[in-house]
């Protein structure tokens, strides 16, 4: 199972770096990675004229896109876009951070998952 980092290098600028999650036979009910412990759940909408600019991430959180469209741009200028189904684990929550912005005039419903220290995928 793959989907994309937003990280901060040792110069405060961000990045996008893609990640793959292994998952294994779980039987009948599917594949499944291992358990990874995780911390605060919460619900956002967003508006559908959401142009943040310049802003790193509260705290190292993933971040589930359950309806709309948005795009993150990065230090570089590199502009990825994601909508529905989408997983970013965020983790520039230091430096000049990353831009997000709403597309095509949708409000975006999704979920961020906190994740303690020491969580590694």
């Known amino acids: 199972m793959n989907f994309t980092r937003?990280?901060?290098d040792d110069q405060g600028k961000?990045?996008?770096g893609d990640?793959?999650?292994?998952?294994?036979?779980?039987g009948p009910i599917g594949f499944l990675s291992?358990?990874?412990?995780?911390g605060e759940m919460i619900f956002r909408?967003?508006?559908s004229d959401y142009d943040f600019?310049?802003?790193?991430a509260p705290q190292r959180q993933l971040l589930f896109i359950i309806?709309?469209?948005?795009?993150f741009t990065v230090s570089s200028g590199e502009a990825r876009q994601f909508g529905a189904g989408d997983v970013v684990l965020l983790e520039d929550t230091e430096g000049e951070g990353h831009c997000s912005k709403a597309l095509f005039n949708e409000i975006r419903h999704s979920i961020f998952v906190t994740l303690p220290d020491g969580v590694v995928f």
Do not use: M, Q, Y
């Not at 600019?53 to 790193?56: C, E, I, R």
């Not at 309806?67 to 795009?71: H, N, S």
């Open 6 to 8: 937003i990280f901060n």
């Open 14 to 16: 961000s990045h996008f």
């Open 19 to 26: 990640l793959t999650i292994d998952v294994r036979d779980g």
């Open 34 to 38: 291992e358990r990874f412990p995780a």
């Open 45 to 47: 909408e967003t508006p």
């Open 53 to 56: 600019k310049w802003h790193p």
């Open 67 to 71: 309806k709309g469209r948005c795009e």
